[in-house]
């Protein structure tokens, strides 16, 4: 009887630790996930074409690693097709409007599943009709760069 304990014990100790870190490294996917739309967001904002494709071919890589039960299979395909059109073009302009329909998706991501123990500001332009997320409150308009840099406000802040 004394063995079935420990052996029940044993089980329940390795079991907790697979899952602690099994949470660790969805945490980690989910905080890569935010960032790297952030660094997007940010080579948009600096019109940098190139680095705007590599980080959204990143998001791709990261995004496909990702547990369903903590991201839904039909969010994180959404994103996948989402960040691959911006990863599969160097035409800037091409990868902003794909980046409106990235954004809203990835917001609706946002208030579903904790992204981050930070504040995520969405932002709105005015001139595109679009959102984008944000680390920071000041506005660092995606969709026109230098152009309109500040163009927008931010319209809710997801916690």
């Given at each position: 009887?004394?063995?079935?304990?420990?052996?029940?014990?044993?089980?329940?100790?390795?079991?907790?630790?697979?899952?602690?870190?099994?949470?660790?490294?969805?945490?980690?996917?989910?905080?890569?996930?935010?960032?790297?739309?952030?660094?997007?967001?940010?080579?948009?904002?600096?019109?940098?074409?190139?680095?705007?494709?590599?980080?959204?071919?990143?998001?791709?890589?990261?995004?496909?690693?990702?547990?369903?039960?903590?991201?839904?299979?039909?969010?994180?395909?959404?994103?996948?097709?989402d960040a691959g059109k911006i990863s599969g073009t160097k035409d800037i302009k091409k990868q902003r409007e794909y980046f409106a329909n990235f954004s809203s998706n990835l917001a609706v991501v946002a208030r579903a599943v904790k992204l981050t123990d930070k504040p995520v500001y969405y932002a709105y332009c005015p001139m595109k009709k679009a959102y984008w997320l944000s680390s920071e409150k000041a506005i660092k308009n995606p969709y026109y760069g230098s152009s309109m840099l500040t163009c927008g406000e931010v319209t809710e802040t997801i916690q």
């Open positions: 009887m004394k063995k079935l304990i420990s052996i029940v014990a044993i089980l329940a100790i390795i079991s907790t630790q697979k899952s602690i870190a099994q949470d660790t490294t969805s945490q980690t996917q989910i905080s890569q996930i935010l960032s790297l739309y952030y660094d997007i967001k940010d080579a948009l904002v600096a019109g940098n074409a190139s680095t705007t494709a590599s980080k959204a071919e990143a998001f791709v890589k990261v995004a496909n690693a990702i547990d369903y039960k903590i991201i839904s299979e039909g969010n994180i395909n959404i994103l996948i097709k």
